[in-house]
């Protein structure tokens, strides 16, 4: 686990002395040629506004720059303290259990939680500054690209933290953020079915949050760095999505070849499919294939056979997110050390010796 403190996407930030004062909704009005109180139905997306206002408004408010100042917000609404968290996903189990923890650690801070759900068709720049204009701050999940891209464009000057997929050595975050080494993870898990007996390792890959290849992916590096030192070349990964759907294409795929004894999932939801596409195919597991996953969601150790897989601390994510944030919003608060379990290999009866 990793915690990166950069606060800006950008370049350095002004010297103190070149600030200007930030525009007020006033100044957005005057602009504009409306009232504030139509500035204000702008920002809260009300539905009683004219298409030609409203663009008249949100092409001011670009051009000036402006971002509603919470405090004046939660002194005029009652709401003292707020967090948004965009997500593209809120039903997966990472997601899911990463929005747990941190809900779980802002209600016990006092903060109330609204989640806005990110779809491919979302303008994301307007997304994004409704959600700001909410006050408090933001958190993005932002385990795959579209999540990836909401953090990218998040404004340097709205609060903000993440929880991210592992970045790539040498690289960070535009903001603060926070995620487990699944690089290292994934490794040791490919690692295992070698010391198995297994002659190589199969991966069925999760799509990378970053870029147009799998491979870039952490996961999909740890798996690959393990073969290539065992002086393996690793076979393509295949899959293309999350779900068990597409763990069941690949894993068909997988079954109709004899060579394939081991195979690593890049979640449990994909393993989940491939369980089924090899009993289907009347392959074994563990007889002749052995099969791990990743994340250790809920169902993994009631599923026969049981699922051997990684368990990753998404809810400690979720937490220390929120804990990057609120010290963004409180002068008074240092967040702590983020204290997250390391990955863990849960042993489990899907996997076996290639001699057995």
Known sequence: MVVTGHTSSGG??????????????????????????????????????????????????EALGFRRNATAFALASGVT?????LTSNTVL????????????????????????VLTPEDDLDRTIATAAAAGGGLVVIGFDRLGAAALDRVPSNVPCAAAVEAPPPGRTPPRPAVWV????????????????????????????????????????????????AAGVTPPPPTGKGWDAQAGYDAGRKLARDPGVTAILCGNDDLALGVLRALHHAGRSVPGDVSVIGFDDAP??????????????????????????????????????????????????????????
Do not use: C, M
Not at 27 to 53: C, F, L, M, W
Not at 100 to 114: F, N, T
Not at 207 to 225: L, M, V
């Open 12 to 61: 350095p930030a002004d010297p103190q002395g070149s600030q200007q004062k930030p525009a007020s909704i006033r100044d957005v009005a005057q602009a504009a040629g409306v009232s504030y109180q139509t500035v204000s139905r702008v920002i809260n997306d009300h539905p009683n506004v004219k298409e030609e206002t409203r663009r008249r408004v949100e092409e001011a408010i």
């Open 299 to 356: 169902h993994s150790q009631f599923i026969t056979p049981a699922l051997t897989t990684v368990r990753l601390d998404f809810q400690g994510l979720g937490r220390s997110a929120f804990g990057l944030l609120r010290g963004q919003l409180e002068s008074d608060f240092q967040p702590p050390e983020p204290t997250l379990a390391g990955p863990e290999l849960v042993r489990r009866e899907s996997t076996g010796s290639r001699d057995a």
């Open 93 to 116: 189990y990472g997601y899911a259990a990463t929005l747990q923890g941190l809900e779980e650690a802002a209600r016990a801070a006092g903060y109330s939680v609204g989640v806005r």
């Open 181 to 228: 080494d699944d690089r290292t993870a994934s490794r040791a898990a490919t690692e295992y079915l070698l010391d198995l007996g297994h002659e190589t390792v199969h991966y069925v890959a999760i799509p990378a949050s970053t870029g147009s290849r799998r491979s870039a992916a952490p996961r999909a590096e740890g798996w690959r760095q393990a073969l290539v």
């Open 81 to 85: 303290k707020t967090v948004t968290v």
